[in-house]
Nanobody
């Protein structure tokens, strides 16, 4: 099993930036594909970004492409989500997620662990 703890959420004005962090423990971090999910009120959870074990292959949802950037450091057992040019529609609870095996995962059901979530609120 892997345990995940997110940090870095908060309240920001539209156009601003936030950086989310996710600290992992348990299952060998470098053996996990990682991702960031979000869930807005009244909406289904969605994948916003994903990264393979090496950090060399990434995926972004169309809604965040060019604004959000996912990265990881296997030596630190940590991944990040840099969020720039934030919009009110980015308001959601953001979750760090892990999937066994190192290849890129784009589907929600492929992730078997996630953190408690961190609230991101973007004001207009």
């Amino acid at each position: 099993q892997v345990q995940l703890v997110e940090s870095g959420g908060g309240l920001v004005q539209a156009g601003g930036s936030l950086r989310l962090s996710c600290a992992a423990s348990g299952r060998t971090f470098s053996m996990n594909a990682m991702g960031w999910l979000r869930q807005a009120p009244g909406k289904e959870r969605e994948i916003v970004a994903a990264i393979d074990w090496s950090g060399g292959i990434t995926y972004y949802a169309d809604s965040v492409k060019g604004r959000f950037f996912i990265s990881r450091d296997n030596a630190k057992n940590t991944q990040w989500l840099q969020m720039n040019s934030l919009k009110p529609e980015d308001t959601a609870v953001y979750y760090c997620a892990a999937a066994p095996g190192g290849y890129l995962r784009r589907l929600l059901h492929e992730y078997d662990a996630w953190g408690q979530g961190t609230q991101v609120t973007v004001s207009s």
